[in-house]
């Protein structure tokens, strides 16, 4: 780890960074509800993978209200429930935008979902409040005050604390902020973004000004690249993965088929041998770590679909220590994919 | 339909737009509480009527606290919990301005009006809030601060997500658009106003500035011109029609009777040939599809004492691909009643 | 009455007029609880009265958590509880300022006592708000911030819809604009203060740019000048009166016994002589009625210990069209109290 | 007392300030939590104590979160609840920073620490409101405005009337009245600091412009030093004294025994000789009335293990007369701890 990156650690040895420009710490590796809880996880299950990670310091957890079609938030509050968690112990974010329903305002960000989309949100959860609420996608067609109002008529009416966007172009954020600022409302803390070794244009570039302007965070999914950076791919995609399994992944196949997919399996396959020769440690854990240290990644949300996957992920904070300089640079050479600089005014000097 | 016409389509293949600069999807057609729910038309027949339009993609029902007394509302509530419709799959409204009582403070847009209004009206409605909350008036006897900061009340309380105005002069709309502005409240979203083939100079030439500068709305009453657009009084006033049959509508008799009324019958006449000739539709038909195209409706209301009427009445969305630049001349030609333009500064130019 | 002024009068004759600024209509005569209501006349007594000012069109009362220590407050609440009136109908008004207890927080201006005293208010009449809210005296000792965010919160709360001033000089109620406008709050809207034909500077003339500036209106105390404009201490202090009977009102004793008291007994006597002669009236009608007619007056509220003096006041508004200006001007040439003028800048002319 | 400090006192006999710039009166002694309530004494020791201390007009009751871990807000809530105090009579204030847990979101000045640190608090001390919540400490880690946000928004929910600071330095409460201002929100009331004959710099010197801009109040602790002040180690440190007694104060005893704890304990001595040969009383009494009349002494908060402690501590109110110029400039020769002045403008004149 480079010398300017310094974390603070929980009691039970979870680094923690806060979320965006808030006051509210968040664990540097969260749970996430994506695929998995109320989906393919349930019941019990679902409840071991939730204790096991707060056992180890993973306090925080994400969800939606498409995931799994509001089971994921039912599953979520009824594990919590079940294991008699203290609410304040808890950051529990989850995100609106597609509704539930097929009607016309039963998506998008117009101040009905976000009221209603909250509301029931909360009630599937069985909380009083969300610590944070996301706009799971921009929402072109309407104009940003009606956003900004809503989402801060939200957190005025004690039903979360801080509101993030997802998916959202800079330019969008920065419009947030405006409006945000002209009327005296609370601007977004932190966008929920894809960010990985190979997808580093919008979260490493496009936002840039927003980390600087704004101390802008990120909560990070897909931080293993849907299971590309833990080398299952490496040799083909077997039959009980997901992308093997699915029906619905015809195109994830054939991307990692296409020229540019083999690419990539090729450089994780180059990576797998430097983390395991270099930095005695699984590629996955290498990919991890690479995200932890990136300075405006608020969280990195895990999915699981048992607890030992959590486990096991956890590892990557062992991998710390040892990103020096050197390290860095030759990930990055073989990566090959940071964006070019911005060019800045002193360029032209 | 002309090319710049661009409609979405929920589920059910009815037509919506946003209400005005708002977020609120509205289907094109919606039902409307005046003169027949909870006066002519009541208990099941009513609950039969929103059963039908709501099948048909009609889930929004416009009423107001003056309707039938206050037993519009009553009905509409009613036969929603009779129904079991989802509050959240509905959009409803509702208007302020004559009490139900004789008192001076009952009725007006006072802050005390409104809030002890808005309140009356949700509990005749059964219902936590209304989707849009309009002002049935303006009230030019006090400061327009004080109506602008009571609706603002209302939707920071959460009984209403939008405010509107009705039957409000273009300079009474911007003026509260301007107090909005300045005071850093809510602005109003929309217009109930009175728009069709003979009552045009309000909606498309004095609020052509709030259409262009707020993006402002209209839901649209009296469209059939209280039911000359249909053919109906095309020879002569039936014993069993509106006119006919109550005596009330004097005025209205005898306003047909006068040589404007009459000419407006001509017209309708030539319309009627026009478009079943041409068109294949009723009269009715085309002058609703007329409304539709004009790109700041948001939705027009329909009244209906049976099902049926409904159901005739949605026969206008299959008019939408037959109203080409040529027809639409050849009905503005029957019409001769478009509104001269307004003088634009390039006039001098 | 002059030409000037036109009155607006409810389904029971009664006039009404704006209150202030806003959109509160109030009827010309209101009710008092100073004095008598929860003090010399208590339950069915009280009612009675009650009873009979509303039936008459008075619908507006006003009390303080003062007067008869919370008692007044406890007995109209009960009052309006028996006659079943319905909220809606009513306008009440209460004031904060001395608390009913001893301590240094209970009393005065500050949030703690405006938020636990309207709290308490509340409780004694067993509303859920209040219309108007005074502050019953200014508070010169705290902040005039603390004292306009507290009536506005009030307000927010929905507690009272409108706040005012009692007994406050025109610079005060200038900076509560002044603070109002600056944080964007709800300014007051009406002053509680004594007018009467002996007390005349502070209404007529500290306060018109109040009226010209703000619209401010006044609810007017003391229009009879403690009983001295009925006539009834023009032969002497009559045993049976509020000042021949209760011991504390030495100082009125005194002060009618004064020269100047004297002068004003002399006045009141040549007032009464050209009333009865002249315009066919009572001296108190008289007086009463040139009190409607200052276009600033928005109520005048009315003590009673029975209702017949509620019945007999009413009969002032039969002498509002007697009053021409040259009645008017026979008045002043009585009275000879009238304000000089304000030196305006035309002077300079 | 100089002629320029003028005390207002309840009836109970108890001087009484405002609290700052607020309209809050306080009494100039109130109780404090810290170290005994809920700790060392519990149950009916403490009721007893607040028994006394409100009986002889100390109707403040100052604690915190932190205190005994909780224990503090709950034995002094319930020993209110046992006295059947009128909450309206009372002024409790607590602090928030440390939470009572691990977690690194229980504790700081995030808005979800300040949320549900204050619902905790309330629901200990079976309250619906404090009348001040302070930020026990500033917290550098986060910006300023959701600091203020979050007060504010305790304030609006009616949890609280007024926020203030604790240990903040002046720049970071000018900090907070800058975004208050700039978001028209509610700037903090007063700071609780350490204040004694030994400890002036930052309260006399430091917080001078705050005085003289925002008249900012001061809620003091540790008035004697700890005990210094009382002369009980003149002679010494007593084995059953608070530093002789427990081991968690090593830091304290060796403080004492230092070169510089030397000077401070023959400072007291002479102290004491002076107060008891030409004020007749107790240097406890006097250091306290040195501060009673520092005019941004709003309180000055009295600890207690018994009740009787606080009856001497009042005695302090009656040297208030005695204390001349002569006897404030003898009482600065004797400490040589007055800081010296801020460079004034006027210096270069």
């Known amino acids: 780890m480079t010398q300017e990156v310094k974390l603070e650690y929980n009691a039970k040895g979870m680094p923690f960074r806060r979320l965006g420009n808030t006051g509210l710490r968040v664990p540097i590796f969260s749970l996430g509800g994506w695929l998995t809880l109320g989906r393919?996880?349930?019941?019990d299950s679902a409840t071991?993978?939730?204790?096991?990670?707060?056992?180890?310091g993973i306090n925080m957890i994400d969800t939606a209200e498409l995931y799994a079609k509001g089971e994921s938030e039912i599953a979520i509050g009824r594990s919590i429930k079940d294991l008699g968690l203290r609410r304040t112990d808890l950051i529990i974010s989850t995100k609106l935008f597609w509704g539930l329903r097929r009607g016309p305002n039963d998506g998008g960000l117009s101040r009905k979902h976000i009221i209603e989309g909250t509301k029931e949100a909360l009630e599937?959860?069985?909380m009083d409040y969300v610590d944070v609420i996301f706009a799971h996608r921009p929402d072109p067609t309407i104009p940003m005050e009606e956003v900004v109002r809503a989402f801060n008529w939200v957190i005025e009416k004690g039903w979360a604390?801080?509101?993030?966007?997802?998916?959202?172009?800079?330019?969008?954020?920065?419009?947030?902020?405006?409006?945000?600022s002209k009327l005296n409302l609370i601007p977004p803390a932190a966008e929920q973004c894809?960010?990985?070794m190979f997808h580093r244009e919008r979260p490493e570039k496009e936002y840039e000004p927003l980390y600087r302007k704004y101390d802008y965070g990120t909560t990070v999914f897909s931080g293993l690249a849907e299971g590309i950076l833990t080398g299952k791919y490496n040799d083909g995609i077997p039959k009980d993965s997901?992308?093997?399994?699915?029906?619905?992944?015809?195109?994830e196949r054939a991307?990692?088929?296409?020229?540019?997919?083999?690419?990539?399996?090729?450089?994780?396959?180059?990576?797998a041998v430097f983390a395991e020769k270099e930095l005695n440690c699984k590629v996955s854990h290498l990919a991890l770590a690479w995200l932890v240290i990136k300075p405006h990644t608020s969280t990195i949300i895990l999915g699981a679909s048992k607890p030992e996957q959590i486990l096991d992920n956890l590892k990557a904070l062992d991998v710390l220590p040892k990103l020096t300089p050197?390290?860095?640079a030759k990930i990055e050479e073989i990566l090959a994919t940071k964006p070019s600089s911005v060019v800045s005014c002193s360029a032209f000097a």
Chains 1, 2, 3, 4 share one sequence.
Not at 48 to 56: L, P, R, T
Not at 258 to 270: H, L, M, P, T
């Open 161 to 180: 604390f801080y509101w993030g966007t997802s998916e959202w172009s800079a330019r969008e954020i920065e419009e947030a902020f405006h409006v945000a």
């Open 255 to 271: 991307s990692l088929a296409s020229e540019e997919g083999q690419a990539k399996i090729k450089k994780v396959r180059e990576l």
């Open 124 to 126: 599937r959860l069985q």
């Open 242 to 251: 997901r992308f093997g399994r699915e029906p619905e992944h015809d195109e």
């Open 40 to 43: 393919t996880v349930k019941g």
């Open 326 to 328: 050197t390290v860095l």
């Open 48 to 56: 071991d993978i939730i204790k096991v990670a707060f056992e180890n």
């Open 194 to 196: 894809e960010h990985h």
